[in-house]
C-alpha cells in the first residue's frame, strides 16, 4: 500500500468518526429545540405590561345611527330659522342618513382630488366627480390648454378651512355650498417651459365656494361638483 493510499483511508475513518460523534449530538431532541417560525400561525397571547397597554391606541366609540326627525346637529352650525338651518333640515328629511361630519369630509376630499386631477389633465378621475355640464367645462379647459402646449407644476398644501354656506332642496335634489380656503403651489409653463403664470416656489391662498348636488332618490350616497365660484 503506497503513501497516498494509506493517508486517503485513514481521513475516511477520520471524517467517519466525526460524523458519527456529531450525529449523535445533533441527532438528539431534549423537548426544548426552537420550532420552527411559521408566519402563519397564530401568536400565542402575552401578559401586557403597564407600558405596553398605554401603547394600545383608543378603541373609538360606535357610531350613532342618525334619527331623522334630530337636528341638534344641524342646530349647532346654524341658528334655526335661518336658510342654512332649513336647507340641511330639509335635505335630512328626504335623506335620513345624511351626515354633516361625513359630508365636510367628503368635500375635503374631493376638493383635493378635483384641483389636483384638473392640473394634471386627469380627466377620468374628475368625471365622476363633476355633474355633465362642469365636467365639460373642465374637459374644455383641459383640451385648450394641451392644444397651447401647456403644463402646470402643481402642489397641494392643505385645506384650512371648509364649512357649510348654504343648502337647499329642489324637488328631490339637495343642494350644498361650501366655503374652502386651501394653500397651493401652482405655476404655468408654455411649451418652451417658459413660466407665464403662477410661481413654482410661493404658496398661494385660494378662497372658492363650491356647491355639490345629489340626487336623494338615488341608492349612490356621492355628491358631485355642481357649481364652481371664486369666494371673494
Do not use: H
Not at 70 to 99: H, M, P, V
Amino acid at each position: 500500500m503506497d503513501s497516498d493510499t494509506f493517508i486517503t483511508i485513514v481521513c475516511l475513518v477520520i471524517a467517519v468518526i466525526v460524523f458519527l460523534q456529531l450525529r449523535s449530538v445533533l441527532g438528539k431532541r431534549t423537548g426544548n429545540e426552537r420550532q420552527p417560525y411559521d408566519p402563519f400561525a397564530a401568536r400565542p397571547a402575552t401578559r401586557e405590561t403597564g407600558k405596553e397597554k398605554n401603547m394600545r391606541a383608543p378603541a373609538l366609540p360606535a357610531a350613532k345611527p342618525i334619527i331623522a326627525d334630530d337636528f341638534s346637529d344641524i342646530d349647532k352650525i346654524a341658528a334655526q330659522g335661518t336658510s342654512l338651518n332649513d336647507g340641511l333640515r330639509s335635505i335630512r328629511s328626504l335623506d335620513a342618513q345624511f351626515d354633516l361630519k361625513s359630508f365636510i369630509e367628503g368635500a375635503r376630499l374631493a376638493y383635493e382630488m378635483i384641483v389636483t386631477a384638473f392640473a394634471a389633465n386627469d380627466l377620468k378621475t374628475l368625471k365622476p366627480l363633476l355633474t355633465a355640464d362642469v365636467f365639460a367645462g373642465f374637459a374644455n379647459a383641459v383640451t385648450e390648454r394641451q392644444k397651447r402646449g401647456e403644463t402646470i407644476k402643481f402642489t397641494f398644501v392643505g385645506i384650512n378651512k371648509c364649512e357649510f354656506s348654504n343648502a337647499y332642496v329642489e324637488g328631490s335634489e339637495a343642494f350644498i355650498t361650501v366655503r374652502l380656503v386651501s394653500e397651493m403651489i401652482s405655476a404655468t409653463y408654455d411649451k418652451a417651459n417658459k413660466l407665464i403664470d403662477g410661481d413654482c416656489e410661493t404658496i398661494v391662498e385660494v378662497r372658492d365656494r363650491w356647491t355639490f348636488k345629489r340626487y336623494t332618490k338615488s341608492s349612490n350616497p356621492n355628491w358631485q361638483l355642481a357649481i364652481t365660484e371664486a369666494d371673494m
